[in-house]
């Protein structure tokens, strides 16, 4: 995506404080944010800026609980176990999108447009109506025909009961990812990453005591992974009500005009979910029905490629979470007719986020060795041979997340269905010409290739709409390859773009490194202005 030099001021939401405003004027900033006008006292709209600093702010804490999770669970779970619980997620953010036909996706790119026209309630009121009902549909499908669906998901015919608390589980997850697009799209990004961060913080707790006391299983994890989806939904209800109770009341939306403008781009939505969440599950699905292998060993497989994604696998996540974040304010430049500052944010988050994707990277092949043998006691080791291809790829997965916002902004998200079609005909492909032959090796490589093929045809599909990769974007997307090379080479390469981000002006422009100089120091300022503001008076 094409730098250029004019770039915009950064936005100031209304949730600034009188520190904010000052902070925003000591260092060039003007208010542009239309939605200022918008947004009630009560319920501000956030700036890109705060969402991405609340995102980090939480992260940082819900990935170590993650992965400390995740370590625990290889633990105490067998191998087999492992790959049965794999699968159960892996089904689980397959189903739930699919379930909802793309409906909660559309909010982050319609809430903004009906705010802007006071028809927000009559939106959101009729897309919730229908996923309730699609999620108790799919429920009764589940429970109706376990017997078969238990052997299509996990080979184990007998697996029943699993079935049954998946299909429960279903229900809740759809419900969470209904209210977590809901205040995304209304870009109050604190309380979906609150929601976040509090269904790791009880899935672990949750996870830990019912394995521990109860039995290590797939099915103990499948309950309490349910479990915390269900109270973090609950617990969110009074700041749903606060929302709901802020939005403008205007004239009721005709059904026409919005199911038609809403279904098609809600069709893409389903379409590249779909597409997106096979591509991440079909390699393991392919491992149990399509190796040769017995079902044991297969499953045991799966557990083994689940202990390499338990390290990796948050980079994916926190790629996710940040593209939830990013969307709602590149559409509202792109509403706002700033169709400049939506290629400029999105090139500068590539390169930054491909950066750190290379750093944290490197670290895990640097201490995977270690991790492998003390934390998840020696019962792992097929999964660390994968863990460097797994590390690259899930980097090139992230990277395509994001790339994709840009078409979804242009309002052609259809077009960013191209290249996980194609990154998924390449895995089928790929899987059935080296599974048999390679085994698990043959399941990771093929993803790789997969998901180096989609990151390069979403790059295409953004030049074609206009937004041209930079050589900076490509070479933070082309580094990852250097993981596969052994750990001195990743560090090399590593080392070698952070000294060309800082003393050279190729990777990152001046202007971009001013710009991200003056995040810095705006945020160093609230924070200490905030902090100012809670110390009690003198006297």
């Known amino acids: 995506m094409s730098i250029r030099s004019d770039q915009p001021p950064i936005d100031q939401g209304t949730s600034d404080q009188e520190s904010g405003h000052s902070a925003s004027k000591r260092f060039g900033f003007s208010h542009t944010d239309e939605s200022a006008a918008l947004a009630s006292p009560s319920f501000p709209a956030e700036t890109l800026a705060a969402s991405v600093a609340a995102l980090l702010a939480m992260t940082v804490l819900q990935r170590a609980i993650g992965l400390a999770r995740g370590v625990l669970f290889c633990r105490w779970l067998e191998p087999a176990e492992l790959g049965q619980w794999d699968l159960a997620f892996g089904f689980l953010m397959l189903a739930a999108p699919l379930t909802v036909l793309g409906l909660t996706g559309s909010y982050g790119r319609y809430l903004e447009h009906y705010r802007r026209r006071g028809h927000v309630r009559s939106f959101v009121r009729r897309t919730a109506t229908c996923v309730a009902l699609l999620a108790a549909a799919a429920a009764i499908t589940l429970a109706a025909g376990r017997g078969w669906f238990a052997e299509a998901i996990f080979a184990h015919p007998h697996g029943q009961g699993l079935l049954l608390a998946t299909a429960a589980a279903l229900i809740v997850v759809i419900a969470f990812n209904a209210l977590f697009e809901l205040f995304g799209g209304l870009r109050w990004f604190r309380v979906a990453v609150a929601m976040q961060f509090f269904h790791s913080l009880i899935f672990a707790a949750l996870g830990i ?38 939005l403008p009341v205007g004239e009721p939306l005709r059904q026409s005009a919005m199911w038609s403008r809403v279904v098609p781009f809600a069709a893409s939505v389903w379409l590249i979910n779909a597409i997106a969440n096979l591509f991440d599950l079909v390699d393991r699905w392919m491992l149990v029905h399509y190796s040769g292998m017995d079902a044991a060993a297969a499953l045991a497989a799966v557990g083994n490629y689940h202990a390499a994604r338990t390290l990796t696998l948050p980079l994916l996540a926190v790629a996710a979470l940040f593209r939830s974040a990013l969307l709602p304010h590149l559409t509202h430049d792109w509403e706002a007719g700033r169709r400049q500052a939506v290629e400029l944010r999105l090139s500068n ?72 079609a194609a990154g998924l005909a ?15 090796f043959g399941a990771v490589s093929s993803t790789a290739a997969a998901n180096l093929l989609a990151l390069c045809l979403a790059y295409a599909v953004n030049g074609r709409l206009g937004a041209k990769p930079t050589r900076g974007v490509w070479a933070v997307s082309l580094a990852p390859l250097a993981l596969i090379g052994g750990a001195p080479l990743a560090v090399a390469v590593t080392a070698a773009l ?16 001013e710009r991200l100089k003056q995040y810095l120091l705006l945020g160093l300022s609230r924070l200490k202005f905030e902090r100012l503001a809670q110390r009690p008076a003198a006297g």
């Open 209 to 246: 005591v019912l394995a521990f006391l109860w039995e290590p299983t797939a099915l103990s994890l499948v309950v309490a992974f349910g479990g915390a989806y269900a109270l973090c939904a609950l617990g969110a209800m009074p700041w749903v009500v606060r929302a709901w109770k802020s």
């Open 349 to 420: 988050v590539l390169k930054l986020w491909g950066l750190t994707l290379m750093v944290v990277s490197t670290g895990l092949g640097l201490a995977g060795p270690a991790l492998f043998d003390l934390a998840f006691r020696g019962k792992y080791t097929a999964g660390l041979h994968v863990l460097p291809w797994t590390a690259m790829y899930l980097s090139w997965a992230s990277l395509a997340a994001l790339a994709t916002t840009y078409a979804w902004c242009a309002e052609r998200p259809g077009l960013s269905s191209i290249p996980l």
């Open 426 to 440: 390449a895995n089928i492909g790929l899987n059935l010409l080296w599974l048999p032959r390679l085994g698990l």
């Open 498 to 513: 952070l000294h060309q981000a800082y003393a050279r002006q190729w990777l990152l422009t001046p202007q971009e490194k």
